[in-house]
Every structure is written in C-alpha cells, then in structure tokens.
C-alpha cells in the first residue's frame, strides 16, 4: 500500500522529494483556491528556475491487476513562451518509464490557468516494485512558478479481489441471518 497518500501526517513520511534549490515539496492545507480531495492535507511542490524539476517518489509493490490512483491539479503561474509541465509518471524496477497516467503544460491550458483536480489511474499488468514520481517541471525561466499538487494516492486491488471479497462478506451476513450458530 501507499505510505501517507493523502500527506495526512502534515509532512511528507513516506516519500523522497528532489528539491532544487528554490523548490519546495510539503503538505499543506490549502493553495490559492485548493482545498483537499479527501482530509486536511494534500502535497504541494514547487520549482524555480529555467530547467529545473521537483520530484516526489514513493516505491510500491503491485500485483497484477492492481491500480494506483490519485488526485492532480496544475497551477500554471506562467505564460507562453514558458511551457512550465507537471506529471505523474510510474516506473518499473529497473528504472525504465511504464506510464504517464497525468500531465498537464502552460501550452494546453493556457496562460496563468488552475486545472481542476483530476482523477487519474493506471493498472499493473505484470507484479512488481513500482516507483510512483510527482513532478513540476520549470521551461526556460525563473519569473514565474507553477506548482502541482496531488491528494487521495491510493492502491486499489484488482476487480476479481473485490468481488471475492464482497462475496464473502455477503455469505457471512447470510449465515448469520438464517441464525446459525457454530457452537458446539
């Protein structure tokens, strides 16, 4: 399971940020007009400066068929030539790129936007050691900073898991509806 994802320890237990200097990466209750998904906390992160990126991580191990979902937002303090970008990216364990299940840049939103949180997800197909990264990422120059932000980071099980589960607890409740009793 994720260790902290809602960031509702009020710090960041759990994940390894990458901070250049003049980024930031913290929990926080409130940005601008963002509240939290779900809690009292979510991440914040920050750059500063042209080329340079803040990065969240967390490593998680997955089974087939499990999913990692999450809340992102993008708030874009920047202008056109200044493609500012932020993402969430997953990565194997030998280190190679599995997916990009969010990203949002200054040129598809356009000037100075907020995105709205967005949910976003991605399913395992193989069981491994995951690497879930947030990042923001600073183009060309230090006038003005976007941040990311993120909440609610969650595994879900697989559908099949689900539905076993859910049946069991169905016929337990059926048990003890019809009285029985297991007591010799």
Same mark, same amino acid.
Request: hydrophobic share 35%; charged share 15%; with cysteine.
């Given at each position: 399971?994720?260790? +902290?994802?809602?960031?509702?320890?009020?710090?960041?237990?759990? /994940?390894?940020?990458?901070?250049?200097?003049?980024?930031?990466?913290?929990?926080?209750?409130?940005?601008?007009?963002?509240? @939290?998904?779900?809690?009292? #906390?979510?991440?914040?992160? *920050?750059?500063?400066?042209?080329?340079?990126?803040?990065?969240? =991580?967390?490593?998680?191990?997955?089974?087939?068929?499990?999913?990692?979902?999450? /809340?992102?937002?993008?708030?874009?303090?920047?202008?056109? @030539?200044?493609?500012? #970008?932020? /993402?969430? *990216?997953? #990565?194997?364990?030998? +280190? +190679?790129?599995?997916?990009?299940? /969010?990203?949002?840049?200054?040129?598809?939103?356009?000037?100075?936007?907020?995105? @709205?949180?967005?949910?976003?997800?991605?399913?395992?197909?193989?069981?491994?050691? #995951?690497?879930?990264?947030?990042?923001?990422?600073?183009?060309?120059?230090?006038?003005?900073?976007?941040?990311?932000?993120?909440?609610?980071?969650?595994?879900?099980?697989? @559908?099949?898991?689900?539905?076993?589960?859910?049946?069991?607890?169905?016929?337990?409740?059926?048990?003890? =509806?019809?009285?029985?009793?297991?007591? *010799?």
């Amino acid at each position: 399971d994720i260790i +902290n994802g809602g960031f509702e320890t009020g710090n960041l237990t759990g /994940w390894t940020a990458d901070t250049p200097a003049g980024g930031s990466a913290s929990a926080v209750t409130s940005h601008g007009s963002y509240s @939290p998904v779900e809690g009292n #906390y979510f991440l914040e992160i *920050k750059t500063d400066g042209p080329g340079s990126a803040t990065k969240v =991580r967390q490593g998680i191990y997955l089974s087939a068929g499990y999913a990692l979902s999450g /809340w992102a937002a993008f708030d874009s303090n920047d202008y056109l @030539p200044f493609n500012d #970008y932020a /993402w969430v *990216k997953i #990565y194997d364990s030998l +280190n +190679n790129l599995v997916a990009t299940p /969010w990203y949002e840049d200054v040129a598809s939103n356009g000037n100075f936007v907020d995105t @709205p949180w967005t949910l976003w997800s991605w399913t395992a197909s193989v069981s491994d050691t #995951y690497t879930l990264k947030f990042g923001i990422d600073n183009a060309l120059d230090s006038i003005g900073d976007s941040y990311a932000l993120f909440d609610a980071n969650t595994v879900i099980p697989e @559908p099949g898991t689900i539905i076993l589960f859910g049946s069991g607890l169905i016929g337990l409740c059926g048990f003890k =509806r019809k009285g029985y009793n297991f007591k *010799k």
